[in-house]
């Protein structure tokens, strides 16, 4: 059965910085392609970003583009997002998911496997 934790988020001062975790059972993390997606109160979800599983080559959504960072652990069968200088509308619940293809996009309905969400709140 496959399964997906998030964890990390809360709540940080506009500026400020979180790391996001994205553990996995059930499947191998370095097999898979895993996007991270945000859904804000209102809005429908956005692609974040998103690592490859042969290469470890990442996207970024323009939002995000030079402030976030995607990595992932092999060993620890994790992924992470770092967030640097937070904006008030980074505020969103924030999922990973994880897909079998040969390349990584942004768009939620290619990844069948979801985590539940965690939730980043940037606010003073």
């Known amino acids: 059965q496959v399964q997906l934790v998030e964890s990390g988020g809360g709540l940080v001062q506009p500026g400020g910085s979180l790391r996001l975790s994205c553990a996995a059972s059930?499947?191998?993390?370095?097999?898979?392609?895993i996007g991270w997606f945000r859904q804000a109160p209102g809005k429908e979800r956005e692609g974040v970003s998103c690592?490859?599983?042969?290469?470890?080559?990442?996207y970024y959504g323009d939002s995000v583009k030079g402030r976030f960072t995607i990595s992932r652990d092999n060993a620890k069968n994790t992924v992470y997002l770092e967030m640097n200088r937070l904006k008030p509308e980074d505020t969103a619940v924030y999922y990973c998911?994880?897909?079998?293809?040969?390349?990584?996009?942004?768009?939620?309905?290619?990844?069948?496997?979801w985590g539940q969400g965690t939730q980043v709140t940037v606010s003073s």
């Open positions: 690592i490859t599983s042969s290469y470890g080559s990442t």
């Open positions: 998911a994880a897909v079998m293809t040969v390349f990584c996009g942004l768009d939620e309905y290619e990844y069948p496997y």
């Open positions: 059930g499947i191998t993390l370095n097999s898979y392609n």
